[in-house]
């Protein structure tokens, strides 16, 4: 009962804080797309104590000092909504690869535009590859991080990985590292769900792979990477909470 009361608080709170800064962020759009930024790691960073303070979730980073500076294709696991905002403070200047549709909610979908994430027409096939493949370069070559889930989206914990062709076709045509990102996340906040188990999230930075592979063996370096990384997190996690 508990847990439920603190997973509806955080909720109420959570889109609490993402209306005043929606609110907030209205001059944005007369300013440089680093104020958008600025305003998005902001509203993540207090998401975080949120979580922290309402629903008892910590988070740790691993392997920070793995990042390379500059350019970047970030690859994470998919697990909840958590990594949607939590990643962002991670980067001095992300963005987002997203599916067009959500560039067509009002306000929210104006700030991804002001803030050049990168979107997809999903219905567009090769065509949409190569349009992100040039919107991606345009970012990249202004010192950008640009983060990509590669299964496309929320997968339940546990679940068979379905690793798409997006991730690969960016490595392929931009020429800049990969960073894989492991994660449990989806252990203490699971997709589709309002309800919350306080734990620590634990996200694990790998090795980045460095440009120059072929499309099969980066594609199943990926995979097994941040797959392999997965299974631990959650086991540790698993493993943790059988220990309280």
């Known amino acids: 009962m508990l847990n439920r009361l603190r997973s509806i608080a955080f909720n109420v709170l959570f889109y609490l804080n993402t209306v005043i800064w929606l609110i907030i962020a209205l001059p944005t759009f007369f300013l440089p797309y680093g104020a958008i930024i600025w305003v998005a790691k902001t509203w993540g960073r207090i998401n975080l104590v949120l979580l922290r303070v309402v629903a008892g979730i910590r988070y740790e980073i691993r392997g920070r000092e793995k990042l390379p500076r500059g350019p ?5 696991k998919h697990q909840s909504a958590w990594e949607t905002f939590a ?3 991670l980067f001095r200047s992300p963005t987002f690869i997203m599916k067009r549709e959500l560039q067509w909610i009002p ?3 104006w700030y991804t535009i002001k803030g ?4 997809v027409d999903r219905g567009a096939g090769a065509q949409a590859l190569n349009r992100m493949a040039e919107r991606a370069r345009i970012e990249l070559a202004c010192d950008r991080q640009l983060i990509i889930f590669p299964e496309g989206t929320r997968r339940p914990v546990g679940a068979e990985p379905r690793y ?3 991730v690969t076709h960016l490595y392929l045509a931009e020429g800049v590292p990969c960073v894989p990102i492991a994660l449990n996340s989806g252990v203490f906040w699971p997709r589709r769900s309002l309800r919350m188990r306080p734990g620590t999230v634990v996200v694990e930075i790998l090795d980045p792979i460095a440009p120059g592979l072929d499309r099969e063996t980066f594609a199943a370096r990926l995979q097994d ?5 997965t299974a ?4 540790e996690a698993e493993d943790k909470s059988g220990d309280q």
């Open 164 to 166: 798409k062709y997006g």
């Open 107 to 109: 306000i929210f979908g």
């Open 116 to 119: 050049r994430m990168v979107s």
């Open 225 to 229: 990477e941040i797959e392999t990384a």
């Open 232 to 235: 631990r997190l959650i086991a």
């Open 72 to 76: 970047l294709i970030v690859a994470a």
């Open 87 to 89: 990643l962002l403070p």
